[in-house]
């Protein structure tokens, strides 16, 4: 499976940015998906993960984008989802990745272990 992402760039603190993942040849709200990111110099880190339509459909959120984050993937593109981003932080500099052939836990931030498609990452820096 293919995911691509989209929507990065430079930002000011404060302001906000909409991250896109379109899957290729499949539909991606069909999956279990998940937002990851990786800042210079640390470890990719679980932003969110989003269970698949046919199920319960929620999303958890790491304590670090709780409440400033947010999965939408009700658009009129079933084939894309998106990861709006408020609120911005300077240590919200990263690289974002979508990834999709997992498992959502449900109860905390996905694990990259968890997931084995991933796309190729979109830059997103905030700064003044």
């Known amino acids: 499976l293919q995911v691509a992402e989209s929507g990065g760039g430079l930002v000011e603190p404060g302001g906000s940015v909409r991250l896109s993942c379109e899957s290729s040849?499949?539909?991606?709200?069909?999956?279990?998906m998940a937002w990851f990111r990786q800042a210079p110099g640390k470890e990719r880190e679980g932003v969110s993960c989003?269970?698949?339509?046919?199920?319960?459909?929620?999303?958890?959120y790491s304590d670090s984008v709780k409440g400033r984050f947010t999965v939408v993937r009700d658009g009129p593109l079933r084939n894309t989802i998106y990861l709006q981003m408020n609120n911005l932080e300077p240590e919200d500099t990263a690289v974002y990745y979508c990834?999709?052939?997992?498992?959502?836990?449900?109860?905390?931030?996905?694990?990259?272990?968890?997931?084995?498609?991933w796309g190729q990452g979109t830059q997103v820096n905030v700064s003044s």
């Open positions: 990834a999709v052939e997992g498992f959502c836990n449900g109860a905390r931030a996905p694990k990259t272990s968890e997931f084995s498609s």
């Open positions: 040849g499949f539909i991606l709200q069909y999956y279990d």
């Open positions: 989003t269970r698949r339509s046919d199920t319960d459909g929620k999303t958890f």
